[in-house]
């Protein structure tokens, strides 16, 4: 699971991909090299930024050449930078890195944020394992809320998820939605006591971690049944199970 495999360099390459493939098909251009002569970036270099990130020589789509290649074409600034019409956050933009509401949706949109909701459940139980990782909705936050959190305002440095389960009750409760920092990734990073969601055995969960003095790991189940929900220690020299994906800072969901 990679909830950062989502950013706006990775939004750039599908739309630059798209844009040319449009490009050629209305007989704008007719292949690619004469796309890339436009742009005026070489040949070599835009094969390069349309590759898979995971594929060796793979480039980056970063915020200059997306300019330059909007402005080549007499594009709308930030053209590049949007999502696709039928994904759920198609009534937004980036800007400077941030995820904020259309400009025709809200005068205001330069205060708020756009958090991306994934249609995914963490286990405040034994474990859930994750088939697919769903992008469902954008929840919307004040800045200032996210800078007072100390959560990073810039896209995929935060996401949403929902609570599966009872073992973190009362702290969080079944079927809440939960904001994750994704500052922290490492165990480096973790500060005991606090509220983590993690993957162990291919299985997305949320708990309390502590730090032993001996290196080991305990995962702590906030719910008093102890008999359901016992401790766990990961000892020192199994700890490359457990992969970080942030902090919960903040749940929200139904009354009692």
């Known amino acids: 699971m990679n909830f ?3 950013n706006v360099k990775e939004i750039r390459r599908k739309n ?3 844009l040319i493939d449009k490009l050629i098909a209305n007989g704008r251009f007719q292949k690619q090299e ?12 835009l094969s390069q930024m ?4 995971s594929q060796k020589g793979s480039r980056n789509v ?17 053209y590049l930078d949007r999502f696709d019409e039928s994904t759920p956050l198609k009534n937004t933009q980036i800007s400077n890195g941030i995820l904020i509401p259309s400009n025709d949706l809200n005068s205001d949109s330069e205060e708020y944020v756009i958090v991306p909701v994934f249609d995914l459940k963490a286990a405040c139980g034994s474990g859930y394992t994750n088939q697919d990782e769903l992008l469902k909705s954008g929840l919307v936050f ?7 959190h100390g959560v990073s305002l810039d896209f995929g440095k935060s996401s949403i998820i929902y609570s599966d389960g009872d073992s973190m009750f009362p702290s969080i409760n079944h079927n809440d939605v939960v904001l994750i920092d994704h500052n922290i990734q490492t165990l480096d990073n973790v500060s005991s006591g606090k509220i983590y969601v993690f993957v162990a055995n291919r299985e997305l969960r949320i708990k309390r971690l502590f730090k032993n003095v001996n290196g080991s790991l305990r995962i702590v189940s906030d719910n008093s049944d102890k008999t359901t929900y016992p401790d766990e220690i990961i000892q020192a020299n199994e700890l490359d199970m457990i992969h970080i994906c942030g902090r919960v800072i903040w749940r929200a969901g139904d009354l009692s």
């Open 4 to 6: 950062l495999a989502m």
């Open 16 to 18: 630059l991909r798209l």
């Open 34 to 45: 004469e796309f890339a002569e436009q742009v005026e970036i070489d040949k070599s270099y």
């Open 50 to 53: 349309l590759m898979d990130p």
């Open 62 to 78: 970063s915020e200059a050449k997306a300019r330059q290649i909007e402005n080549k074409l007499s594009l709308e600034t930030g």
């Open 142 to 148: 004040k800045q200032s809320f996210l800078r007072k």
